[in-house]
């Protein structure tokens, strides 16, 4: 980008310019070469700094070198007595200086401590600070993402989105639920099934007979964590959680949960942790990426017209929108194995002219929202999927396959439900 900022400004003929984010010197050089500016450098990297001053010895007086945050402009301007500046260049973003230097604590390519100042003089580093209570006091979304999205949409507080939206979410968690527990029953306990789906059986024959009667308590463990959370305050000096606040409240309750499973397949219970982990670092290298493509897609929907063709044609046709908005984002998920970019990407098209077709805002956005996590779970791209398939040694094809139906049975219960006016 330097030859661009370079060719712009050295057309301007400018008398002083000021590099805000100095950095190492690269722009201020080809500035310095091209034009015959002084050039005033900030940057609050003193390594940084060090590098920007042998690179630009050579330009004598024409170049000023201060240690400054770029948002000290104004000050430094002040204390040396510039009255104007022709031009100001800011390169904002991270440090690739700094970004290489595993000793700052920036990258996860190498180890290093855990510092994360771009300032080293800065008294406070990162392992001085509970990062998870900083991220927690100071997040701007105070309820999930698609909550607060729906909340802003329809003027509602995210309190009252969730009050008005409980009904749905508990027909959306015990339908699948209860058709999983039904079938279940209905196979009976001998049915032949896999043998990697009963890790627990390895003495009995591949493909032979296996207990595929509901374990209740099995069953209750993934309850269990969202019982403490809801229970905490209820419970009182009786509360495991009772010692923790924020974040560290609800990892306590996850950790409760993971270890629970453990202890209920103890021959597995040694690949839990590892799962989990495994599933999480799949989450953050293939699914953040496919947030982003599906976050693009929808984008390029909208502004390409299509879906106000889509919408424009719905209106006097409220089943059919309501049945659209849950099909669209399931069908997101499902590509992209996330639940928040389709549900936000669905909500923004359909809420806001939900009231033309006839629809509560509230209880469209909610169905978009609980398909779109029904198609996250059927997705081979999803985190959650490829966690559970390793901890049941099955390919997440097979997985899916297990709960493909339960899931439709429940989003289809939903829509319904919401369609004839019961929730």
């Not at 979410?169 to 789906?197: Q, T």
């Not at 453990?262 to 597995?268: D, E, H, I, K």
């Not at 791209?381 to 040694?393: D, Y």
Request: proline share 6%; net charge negative; charged share 15%.
């Amino acid at each position: 980008m330097a030859a661009e900022v370079t060719a712009m400004l050295s057309a301007r003929s400018p008398r002083t310019i000021v590099d805000a984010t100095l950095g190492t010197g690269g722009h201020a050089e080809a500035l310095l070469e091209a034009t015959g500016a002084r050039l005033i450098g900030l940057d609050r990297d003193p390594a940084a700094l060090e590098a920007s001053r042998d690179r630009l010895a050579r330009f004598g007086a024409r170049a000023t070198i201060r240690h400054a945050n770029f948002a000290e402009i104004d000050a430094v301007l002040d204390e040396m007595n510039e009255q104007r500046v022709d031009a100001i260049l800011a390169d904002l973003g991270m440090s690739t200086f700094a970004l290489d230097d595993p000793k700052r604590g920036f990258s996860f390519r190498a180890d290093g401590p855990l510092d994360m100042r771009m300032d080293p003089g800065q008294e406070v580093s990162a392992s001085d600070k509970d990062l998870l209570d900083i991220l927690f006091d100071n997040a701007e979304v105070a309820a999930a993402v698609e909550t607060q999205k729906l909340a802003e949409l329809t003027g509602l507080s995210s309190p009252e989105v969730v009050a008005r939206s409980t009904a749905q979410i508990l027909l959306a968690c015990g339908m699948p639920l209860l058709s999983f527990w039904a079938l279940a029953h209905f196979r009976g306990k001998h049915k032949p099934v896999p043998r990697a789906l009963d890790a627990e059986a390895e003495s009995k024959p591949a493909g032979g007979p296996v207990d595929f009667s509901l374990n209740p308590v099995k069953a209750l463990v993934p309850v269990l964590p969202l019982v403490l959370l809801f229970t905490d305050s209820s419970l009182g000096a009786f509360s495991p959680l009772r010692a923790l606040q924020g974040p560290a409240k609800i990892l306590a309750a996850m950790l409760i949960g993971i270890i629970l499973a453990g202890l209920t397949s103890p021959r597995v219970g040694g690949q839990v942790a590892t799962a989990f982990f495994e599933g999480a670092g799949y989450g953050y290298t293939h699914v953040i990426s496919l947030v982003v493509a599906a976050s693009t897609f929808a984008e390029g929907i909208d502004r390409s017209g299509l879906m106000a063709v889509i919408i424009k044609g719905l209106v006097g046709w409220p089943t059919a929108a309501l049945a659209v908005s849950v099909i669209a984002a399931w069908a997101l998920a499902v590509v992209s194995g996330t639940a928040i970019a389709p549900a936000v990407s669905i909500m923004e098209f359909f809420v806001p002219v939900a009231a033309s077709m006839h629809l509560d805002p509230v209880r469209l956005g909610m169905v978009a929202t609980l398909g779109s996590h029904f198609g996250r779970t059927m997705s081979p791209a999803a985190a959650v999927v490829a966690m559970s398939s390793k901890l049941a040694q099955v390919p997440p094809s097979s997985l899916i396959r297990q709960v493909a139906l339960h899931l439709v049975i429940g989003g289809a219960t939903v829509l319904v439900a919401t369609l004839l006016g019961w929730l």
